[in-house]
């Protein structure tokens, strides 16, 4: 059974660091990424990390704030988030996509940032 299960979210202040983990197993994945909904919006995609860990992407609104990175040993990605704004406030959800997949194909459950001022 594959399984992507999140943690780490909180309530913080704005300023503030905070460190999502992400367990994943079932499966060898390939490129693992973090993506965010915030009510009434769309989820957008936040990170992504390749399977060796050697290209990361980021949207520019975190780029330079956060930070992906993965333990193939441990099946675990983490996103490293500082500087965290009002605007950061979502459910974050942990993705992955097969080897050599094009689309991400699992999801986990998410978890609730929030950052207040």
């Known amino acids: 059974q594959v399984q992507l299960v999140e943690s780490g979210g909180g309530l913080v202040q704005t300023g503030d660091s905070l460190s999502l983990s992400c367990a994943a197993s079932g499966r060898t994945f390939g490129t693992m990424g973090w993506f965010r909904q915030a009510p009434g919006m769309e989820r957008e995609f936040v990170a992504s990390?390749?399977?060796?860990?050697?290209?990361?992407g980021y949207a520019d609104s975190v780029k330079g704030r956060f930070t992906i990175s993965r333990d193939n040993a441990k099946n675990t990605v983490y996103l490293q988030m500082t500087s965290l704004k009002r605007e950061d406030t979502a459910v974050y959800y942990c993705a992955a996509k097969l080897v050599g997949g094009i689309t991400y194909w699992d999801w986990g459950q998410g978890t609730q940032v929030t950052v207040s001022s």
């Open positions: 990390i390749s399977r060796s860990g050697g290209t990361t």
